[in-house]
């Protein structure tokens, strides 16, 4: 039977679904994908619960059709501006005559990590092992089977705002899906934009959307800071409009025509000729008025990032580096120039072509797959040609069952 893993990524001003479709060596191909623009999200927030559901349905019978298969369930994404993570470690002692440590033993030790203060507004969305410690030897994947007199556990929590998911859990529904389970942006991206080395000497993570841009830092291995700033691409556009005083639509069609931050990268510094708001008239700019706008915001939201993360005391002076995504600006020549200038360390911009992706804004999808195909789980799909009227979801994974839960409570 084939196994499918599907992502949505709702994001400010889009949707993407891509349905991943598991080999048995675990890795994944794009079998079908689906965009759809999306105008019910404010800086990250659901502002209107119809519109974003119209946009989730629109983006999966899109993918749907390429993939010949019916979505019934699938994973979805949760930002910063949503959620923080929280790490955390206990232990407990091994009982039993042979101190095997059992399912049991690992169970009770999650649920005992769980144990920390959260505010009323929020809940616990998921536990992410990081690794085992058995009488003081780390780094252990799995301790079922194996001995020891105490067993630990480092982790990181994940608390999401209960109005968010609650909102988006309303959303999904009214699109006719289910919820199989939420991951964090910044591990989903971490999936696919950084590679083993960065993750261990330190990267800093900027993923720029269309109204919010998430911050995350990396080392060992390991989340140290996760954050977002309210602003991102929509803002550059809105720039480009206020400042040439000319329409939106106007202004994000030259964004993307010339598609540049960096005035020092300008080859032909030509006239541009833009239409007035209210159709007035037309004038002529030069392209390096344009440029110069861009590069004013494109160098805030960088050094905002860099003041949120050294504000939080996050040590980046030695790390490897910085690496920039999202749909919002990383195709805009001159950025990590900039982010390198801003940072003062090394940057460049992610590529996912090798996953066959080749625009940003399917990036957290790619990555939702890419990360729970690590876990071994998947999402519930039907072929299309043996679609019933209703359909009856299979029975859902530990985790689906687990987050059902956690659903449950907060609703």
């Known amino acids: 039977m084939e196994r499918f893993i599907v992502g949505i990524d709702v994001g400010t001003t889009k949707v993407c679904t891509l349905i991943g479709k598991l080999g048995k060596s675990g890795f994944f191909e794009i079998a079908g994908k689906g965009f759809a623009f999306c105008s019910g999200v404010r800086k990250g927030i659901i502002v209107d619960i119809e519109n974003v559901a119209n946009a989730i349905a629109k983006s999966v019978e899109e993918a749907e059709s390429s993939a010949g298969v019916k979505i019934i369930s699938a994973y979805t994404n949760i930002s910063a501006s949503h959620a923080n993570v929280v790490s955390n470690r206990t232990s407990i002692d091994i009982s039993g005559e042979n101190r095997e440590i059992t399912r049991h033993d690992t169970e009770k030790l999650l649920h005992s990590v769980r144990e920390i203060q959260v505010a009323e507004d929020r809940f616990i969305v998921d536990v992410l092992p990081r ?52 991951v964090v942006e910044a591990f989903s991206l971490g999936e696919i934009a950084l590679n083993s080395d960065e993750k261990e000497v330190g990267v800093v993570l900027i993923d720029i959307g269309g109204g919010v841009t998430n911050i995350s830092v990396f080392r060992n291995k390991k989340m140290l800071y996760y954050d977002s700033i309210p602003i991102g691409g929509e803002h550059i556009t809105n720039d480009i409009s206020i400042g040439l005083k000319i329409p939106y639509t106007e202004a994000e069609k030259i964004k993307r025509e010339y598609e540049l931050a960096l005035t020092s990268l300008i080859k032909n510094d030509q006239d541009v000729i833009l239409h007035d708001l209210g159709d007035t008239g037309s004038r002529n700019v030069r392209v390096s008025e344009i440029v110069e706008i861009i590069e004013a915001r494109v160098c805030e939201i960088f050094s905002l990032c860099r003041e949120h993360v050294l504000k939080n005391k996050v040590d980046i002076s030695e790390g490897a580096g910085i690496v920039l995504t999202g749909g919002g600006i990383s195709y805009v020549d001159g950025n990590w120039q900039l982010a390198s200038d801003i940072f003062g360390l090394p940057a460049r911009v992610a590529a996912f072509k090798p996953l066959g992706i080749t625009k940003p804004e399917y990036a957290i999808s790619a990555g939702m797959i890419k990360y729970i195909s690590g ?37």
Do not use: C, W
Not at 172 to 179: D, E, T, V, Y
Not at 383 to 397: A, F, G, S, V
């Open 375 to 411: 876990m071994n789980k998947t999402s519930t799909v039907n072929p299309l040609k043996r679609l019933q009227p209703y359909l009856k979801p299979e029975k859902h994974n530990n985790l689906t069952n687990g987050f059902i839960k956690i659903l449950k409570k907060i609703f």
């Open 131 to 182: 690794q085992y410690v058995i009488d003081g030897f780390d780094e252990i994947v799995d301790p079922i089977g194996m001995i020891g007199t105490t067993l630990e556990i480092d982790a990181d929590i994940i608390i999401g705002k209960k109005a968010s998911v609650q909102n988006l859990f309303k959303a999904f529904q009214r699109a006719g899906l289910k919820i199989d389970g939420i």
